[in-house]
């Protein structure tokens, strides 16, 4: 109930912000729903079958005419990757989280600039929403700012950004600047286009300091004996995807590689794929492959893709899945990783399945 009464308030708050306007004009409310059958099939381990739901609402508030307000409410618990909630736990009540909460200016003196601070949606640039650096739950939190113009054909998109990870009261902070550049051309009547782009991430204080979030899983980066990461994160990376539309049907191929200059091995990352299709109404439908490789101390492994590999570094493998559009905002979707976890002599097989039902509202 405390839940509940804290939303309202949210919504509350957000509208007072609209004077000449009504509530029901300056609130938009949307959601989405998800009810997940996954099975995982870890080499050495039983073998896990486990339905899961996701349950996410957000609502964005108009303060006045350059600036919003974002809150956003989702299941699952405090993990920063995951908004997935597992049914067990003798029918207990699931846990509802603040997902994002966050205010965006867009100043009328510089067209094309937009301001936000809080925690908010992941504002990088991921070929094809890929995951080799970011999981697509990653929702940082500090300020960043967003300059995008227009040149005719040709579109410019630079993002800077200070996102805080740890503040510790007996200790220097963690934190991350960050920073990366996108450029698209679309072509063929806009049928076409191709982006290249590239980012520097640099996490400061991360050698000696514990793993982040859970200081007793590093998720496959390097540690000593107490748990501390040995390396530092200075990730430099270049990605880029072309799109074309044969017929009716959008073809995109995309890349991604990663390296962070601040280890002298197991340093590299690099990711591949292809999708073909596109489940956007009734009947559509889409496909996706990709392939990726991702050594120990390439990114921090708390942020990747938590599905790949069962989440973390020191990987490789294949992802493959497909969506169908089977009623309006209603779509199935299946997804199989086929991963191998450990670059080196000892490795695992991982073998994921995800069978989907999302409800978009």
Same mark, same amino acid.
């Given at each position: 109930?405390?839940?509940?009464?804290?939303?309202?308030?949210?919504?509350?708050?957000?509208?007072?912000?609209?004077?000449?306007?009504?509530?029901?004009?300056?609130?938009?409310?949307?959601?989405?729903?998800?009810?997940?059958?996954?099975?995982?099939?870890?080499?050495?381990?039983?073998?896990?079958?486990?339905?899961?739901?996701?349950?996410?609402?957000?609502?964005?508030?108009?303060?006045?005419?350059?600036?919003?307000?974002?809150?956003?409410?989702?299941?699952?618990?405090?993990?920063?990757?995951?908004?997935?909630?597992?049914?067990?736990?003798?029918?207990?009540?699931?846990?509802?989280?603040?997902?994002? $909460?966050?205010?965006?200016?867009?100043?009328?003196?510089?067209?094309?600039?937009?301001?936000?601070?809080?925690?908010?949606?992941?504002?990088?640039?991921?070929?094809?929403?890929?995951?080799?650096?970011?999981?697509?739950?990653?929702?940082?939190?500090?300020?960043?700012?967003?300059?995008?113009?227009?040149?005719?054909?040709?579109?410019?998109?630079?993002?800077?950004?200070?996102?805080?990870?740890?503040?510790?009261?007996?200790?220097?902070?963690?934190?991350? $600047?960050?920073?990366?550049?996108?450029?698209?051309?679309?072509?063929?009547?806009?049928?076409?286009?191709? $982006?290249?782009?590239?980012?520097?991430?640099?996490?400061?204080?991360?050698?000696?300091?514990?793993?982040?979030?859970?200081?007793?899983?590093?998720?496959?980066?390097?540690?000593?004996?107490?748990?501390?990461?040995?390396?530092?994160?200075?990730?430099?990376?270049?990605?880029?995807?072309?799109?074309?539309?044969?017929?009716?049907?959008?073809?995109?191929?995309?890349?991604?590689?990663?390296?962070?200059?601040?280890?002298?091995?197991?340093?590299?990352?690099?990711? $591949?794929?292809?999708?073909?299709?596109?489940?956007?109404?009734?009947?559509?439908?889409?496909?996706?492959?990709?392939?990726?490789?991702?050594?120990?101390?390439?990114?921090?492994?708390?942020?990747?893709?938590?599905?790949?590999?069962?989440?973390?570094?020191?990987?490789?493998?294949?992802?493959?899945?497909?969506?169908?559009?089977?009623?309006?905002?209603?779509?199935?979707?299946?997804?199989?990783?086929?991963?191998?976890?450990?670059?080196?002599?000892?490795?695992?097989?991982?073998?994921?399945?995800?069978?989907?039902?999302?409800?978009?509202?």
């Amino acid at each position: 109930m405390n839940k509940i009464a804290i939303a309202a308030g949210c919504v509350l708050m957000l509208s007072i912000g609209s004077r000449a306007e009504s509530w029901t004009e300056s609130i938009k409310v949307q959601g989405d729903l998800r009810y997940r059958h996954e099975l995982i099939d870890q080499e050495g381990d039983e073998v896990r079958n486990r339905h899961r739901i996701r349950a996410r609402i957000g609502i964005e508030g108009k303060v006045n005419e350059t600036t919003q307000a974002f809150i956003h409410l989702a299941t699952g618990s405090d993990d920063p990757v995951s908004t997935n909630q597992t049914l067990d736990d003798g029918f207990s009540g699931k846990s509802i989280m603040l997902n994002m $909460a966050y205010l965006k200016i867009q100043p009328e003196q510089i067209t094309g600039l937009s301001i936000s601070g809080g925690k908010f949606e992941n504002p990088f640039f991921k070929p094809g929403k890929s995951e080799l650096i970011w999981d697509s739950d990653f929702n940082p939190e500090g300020g960043v700012a967003n300059f995008q113009k227009d040149f005719n054909n040709i579109t410019l998109n630079v993002i800077g950004a200070g996102l805080w990870i740890d503040e510790r009261s007996s200790d220097k902070d963690s934190w991350l $600047a960050a920073g990366q550049g996108l450029m698209k051309f679309q072509m063929n009547e806009k049928k076409s286009n191709v $982006a290249f782009g590239g980012g520097y991430f640099n996490y400061v204080n991360t050698a000696g300091y514990k793993s982040f979030f859970d200081s007793e899983n590093p998720m496959g980066n390097s540690v000593d004996t107490n748990g501390h990461y040995t390396e530092d994160y200075q990730l430099l990376e270049l990605c880029g995807e072309g799109s074309h539309h044969f017929g009716k049907i959008p073809v995109t191929v995309m890349g991604d590689f990663i390296t962070n200059t601040a280890a002298d091995s197991n340093n590299t990352g690099w990711l $591949a794929g292809i999708i073909i299709g596109k489940a956007k109404k009734p009947g559509s439908w889409g496909f996706r492959y990709i392939y990726r490789q991702l050594e120990k101390d390439a990114v921090i492994g708390m942020y990747t893709d938590s599905d790949f590999r069962g989440g973390g570094t020191d990987a490789k493998g294949h992802e493959m899945g497909g969506d169908y559009q089977i009623a309006g905002n209603s779509t199935f979707s299946v997804t199989y990783f086929i991963n191998t976890i450990g670059l080196g002599d000892a490795q695992t097989d991982f073998n994921r399945l995800q069978v989907d039902l999302q409800l978009k509202f």
